[in-house]
């Protein structure tokens, strides 16, 4: 179950980031990656935001940089 | 009260550390009480006819915060969050700004409306966005648990009040109230007197005595020709961030005497190999905050979301930063050119696939961040374009003699390249400290 969810969220980052999926893993984080910046991270929100049909906070958005932390988010 | 006056170190210090150790002791969440006041002494120290002002910003504050959080229609929460952070953002334009827009309607409409000449309330620029953080926590239903002291202990808490790093509530509070945090710990106690020397070095040994040169080039800037106009503006570069991190490295210090850990704020910044990099080691909460509050929320509300429009909401993201730094064009003109640096940061790594040699990449990056503090620490733009010039061979390159007094500078700077390139970050040592065990034979 936690697999498919990961994989999910490593697909939704590969596809906003245009990062291919085999160099993505549960400990990726946004600062290893130079496509994955902050314009990245505003398409992954708006991808998390129609996986879940819902608004990510304000407060929240800041967070969603590592694949852990989007994990967590979702749990 | 500085960090590194005599008064704070040797007498404010040490009572509020007994005081707190002891409080925790005898009495219940007496501790966040002696650090309620000992904040809002250290406030006052500064001007005490100003410190109602921040009181005032705490117990609104506050109350809007309840007001939002007990708020069951979505659309009174908003307006409450929105109505809540304009006063904010008011009050901080009034008393940082007012004179500035004053200046600019006097000199465009040829008008002659007087100066208010409000004075600055210490540290306003830095509680006023962990307030907006805050405000907004409170409408996203993440503060679990707020009563008064502890929100008043979360904006006056003096370790972190003057210069940050900015906090968020669910960072400070947990630990304001973690049981293990109100015994005496030994081992932070070491660290931390480690990382304030460290701190007291960059500030007291490195940044006062670069200020030295720095001064005398910035005023006497018609006389700077090549040479020492590169040592005038790399004294400010490296001035300006031992000033700086030397500041946050006592705070770190102090903050960790009473066992809280503030988050990392410079992460060795200079050795950045691209402005996006640098922006992601200096002024860490900073950039942060802008990212999370307002970068995301403009780049989300667009209706086209393209590469051109987020570049140009980072361009007046950073133009934000800029005025952020103070009521000045040469603040708005650094905060520009850092944005620009960045839509170009992001258009190489769209479009060119280049793989830039690390050492020129850092090369370019820190010669662009040395260029863009000549306009942060200028009086006027003609005094950052004569030093520019000078920087450039167009005041001469002739090599003046070297007085005792260069000679000593040219020895800090030395110090102060050894000191940021080849030393690991204050960071890096608490994460990594490990106390040594005496062995007993």
Known sequence: ?75 | MLFHNPIFLFIFLPIVLVSYFYASKHFKNAHLYVLIASGIFFYAWWNIYLSPLIIVSIVSNFFFGKLIVNAIDKNRRKRILIFSIFLNVLFLAIFKYSDFIIQNINYIFSANIGMLNLPFPLAMSFFTFQTIAYLVDCHDNNIKESNFPKYSLFIIFFPQLIAGPIVRYNHMVPQFTDEKNKFFNYQNFYLALIVILIGLFKKIFLADNLSIYVNEGFTNYQNLEFISGWLTSLSFTFQIYFDFSGYIDMATGIALLFNIRLPLNFDSPYKAKSIINFWERWHITLAKFLTSYIYFPWVKSLKNLNFLNAMIVTFFVFVIAGIWHGPSWLYVIFGSLHGLGLVINHTFRKLFRLNINKFLAWFITFNYINFTFVFFRSENLTNAISILKSMIGLNGFYIKDFSNGDVFVFSILIISVITTFLFKNTNYLIDNYKPIKIEKN
């Open chain 1, 1 to 75: 179950m936690t697999n498919n969810i990961e994989e999910k969220i490593i697909s939704l980052v590969s596809r906003s980031t245009g990062i291919p999926e085999k160099d993505i893993n549960i400990n990726s984080k946004s600062n290893d990656f130079d496509k994955w910046d902050s314009l990245a991270n505003v398409k992954i929100i708006l991808e998390i935001e129609k996986m879940i049909n819902k608004r990510v906070n304000v407060s929240k958005m800041g967070e969603l940089t590592s694949i852990k932390s989007i994990l967590n988010y979702l749990k």
